[in-house]
């Protein structure tokens, strides 16, 4: 019996990605088919791996493929699989409604972007999958039953906002997607896609690697349309750069062509071959909590995994490709591999050869990739500094970082060392929440007028890195808003001239900081707030508090400008006039201008702001 079929509608990002395809923004239409095969090729992969981890499973698997059938005469397409198939639930689950990360942010700048290209670059970072069959069908029927189950689902949609969705009897295993093809029109690269001829044409362009075989019948005969080689087991000589983006773009369902390719192999006593690739672009979960990592786990051409996390480090997480192990079991879990000692080697290999790609295009006479790459995936890899503490070394070798040097160009360590100041110790830097802040900062004055370079780090990352490695090349690195810095020595006699005011503003801004000092990195500002060495910067301190972590009340140091005629003129006024209430405010107002100077928040707006007009009134 057929259950009534039920009107079911889209949710609200799936309906606007519809009317995206159906309008056809994206110019290679042709590439709808080969994510219907990578859906089918998908559902085969996870049939095999299910039957044979659950020996109960009422399933065929004895001829696992994928069929196309053309129909010139109904304008149909059909591509057919005998895979997992899917249920009621799932087909809601995966076609009703994206649950794809970063849907949302996705759409927002895709309203945004008006230029088309750059829609079109936005698409394929995103991929969207089964949603690419609008862009060549006016309506589209899906015909599923989940193996194991005896019923089946019938779901159908002509993308206008809603769908059906009905249970029926009698349907074989695995998917079929058929397409009621919009009539041919080349001007808009909308093709017949009833010819047999354009149709082997594409399997071949996209999908020739496909494991599984591509079948269609051509009058009396069954053919197969794709090669089924394995593309990382083929030698690198007869793989061209297409085939390796097509793959690419299959593996990381990604419309775009990658940004690098990294291919390894290892003989001995483990065997495994590795392909992995380098995004062009950052995918837009990169940050988000439920992200997936790329890489997937073949064992003999079979598959095992799609994301396996324990090949590849988080902060490697956007690394796509695969890894076919020789002598692991195929009935592996992500538990066991978490302990094994062949993926444990595995994965030591391919981070080192990841890590000296990226190098090497920093090397390259090209320097558009790296740029490319730290711009997309830095603040990731940067991540790795905190955990991989054996790679640390090759991780600061490819970071590069804004400084004072150029107000556009990035440095790496390495430059930045070979251009240090005879004498210089330390590679100084300093966190902040942007570069206008850094720089408008009274912490850099005797840097800069000394001709220091100074690294400026705005990544929340930056925070949280710079105090747990130790250097680069021997050299420390050290907060120019941290610590003691002598750039320059405070006279015995200064020292003996400000010593009453510094020990009496110690006492009355105790609530405030800690200790009140002169200072030798400052020029032109009065005074600026300072950290002991080992503190929390105010900004870590802040993402502590935003995270619910409770944090004690850190107390950090002024520090004076000796030279400063407003510090110079508070000294005098205490040595003649000694405490008073009137030398208390303006010790309150001069730690509150240092405060906001270096971006932080007074802990009472309302009596400062009424301080300072008691005190210009006094100007007038």
């Known amino acids: 019996m057929t259950t009534s079929a039920e009107t079911l509608e889209f949710q609200s990002e799936a309906r606007q990605l519809l009317q995206l395809m159906i309008h056809s923004i994206y110019s290679n239409k042709d590439t709808f088919l080969r994510e219907l095969v990578s859906n089918a090729s998908d559902a085969l992969d996870k049939l095999r791996l299910e039957a044979f981890r659950d020996k109960e499973l009422q399933a065929d698997t004895d001829d696992l493929h994928i069929e196309i059938d053309t129909d010139p005469e109904n304008r149909t397409l059909t591509v057919r699989d005998n895979g997992i198939g899917m249920s009621r639930d799932d087909v809601v689950a995966l076609i009703g409604t994206i649950a794809k990360s970063g849907t949302a942010e996705f759409l927002k700048k895709l309203k945004e972007t008006k230029d088309s290209a750059a829609s079109q670059d936005l698409i394929g970072q995103f991929g969207i999958g089964f949603y690419a069959s609008f862009m060549v069908a006016d309506k589209v029927t899906l015909l599923t039953r989940h193996a194991g189950s005896d019923e089946g689902v019938r779901w159908e949609s002509e993308g206008e906002g809603t769908y059906t969705i009905e249970t029926v009897p009698d349907l074989p295993q695995g998917t079929s997607v058929v397409l009621h093809l919009k009539p041919e029109d080349t001007e808009d690269q909308l093709f017949d896609y009833t010819s047999a001829t354009k149709i082997k044409q594409i399997v071949k362009k996209y999908s020739d690697f496909i494991t599984w075989p591509i079948r269609m019948t051509e009058g009396e005969e069954v053919v197969t349309v794709n090669s089924m080689k394995a593309l990382w087991a083929r030698s ?124 090497t295009l920093m090397a390259d006479e090209n320097p558009d990739k790296y740029e490319t790459f730290w711009k997309e995936f830095g603040r990731a890899v940067k991540e790795g500094l905190l955990d991989d503490f054996e790679n640390r070394t090759a991780i600061l070798d490819i970071c590069s970082f804004a400084s004072t040097n150029d107000p556009e160009k990035l440095t790496s360590l390495r430059e930045y060392v070979e251009r240090m100041k005879d004498g210089q110790e330390h590679i100084y830097y300093l966190t902040g929440e942007s570069r206008q802040s850094i720089e408008n900062s009274p912490h ?17 990352i930056d925070e949280m890195w710079v105090d747990s490695v130790p250097g680069f090349e021997e050299k420390q690195f050290q907060s120019v808003a941290k610590g003691e810095v002598e750039l320059d020595d405070t006279s015995d006699e200064q020292k003996e001239e400000f010593s009453g005011l510094l020990t009496w503003l110690t006492t009355s801004l105790a609530e405030q900081v800690k200790e009140v000092r002169l200072s030798t990195r400052l020029t032109t500002s009065p005074a600026c707030i300072v950290g002991d060495t080992n503190d929390v910067t105010p900004t870590l301190e802040k993402m502590y508090r935003a995270m619910g972590q409770e944090m004690p009340q850190i107390k950090r140091i002024l520090e004076l400008n000796p030279g400063h005629p407003l510090v110079s003129g508070l000294r005098d006024a205490f040595a003649s006039q000694g405490e008073n209430d009137g030398l208390a405010e303006t010790a309150e107002l001069l730690y509150g201008m240092a405060l906001l100077a270096e971006g932080g928040e007074l802990g009472d707006p309302a009596r400062f702001t009424k301080l300072l007009a008691t005190h210009l009134q006094k100007t007038l």
């Open 236 to 359: 690198s000589s007869d793989v061209t750069e297409d085939e390796y983006n097509e793959f690419y773009k299959h593996v990381a369902h990604d419309w775009n062509d990658p940004l690098e390719t990294i291919r390894l192999q290892a003989e001995g006593t483990f065997e495994y071959q590795a392909l992995l690739f380098l995004p062009a672009h950052a995918p837009l979960d990169l940050f988000m909590r439920e992200r997936k990592r790329g890489v997937q786990l073949y064992v003999k051409r079979v598959f095992i995994m799609d994301d396996c996390e324990a090949l590849m480090p988080e902060y490697l997480r956007f690394v796509k490709g695969v890894v076919d192990a020789q002598d692991l079991s195929l009935n592996v879990s992500r538990e066991i591999l978490q302990q094994d000692r062949q993926i444990q080697l595995i994965r030591r290999r391919l981070v080192k050869k990841v890590l000296s790609t990226v190098k």
């Open 444 to 460: 850099l004055e005797a840097f800069q007028a000394k001709g220091y370079e100074v690294l400026v780090l705005t990544d929340p």
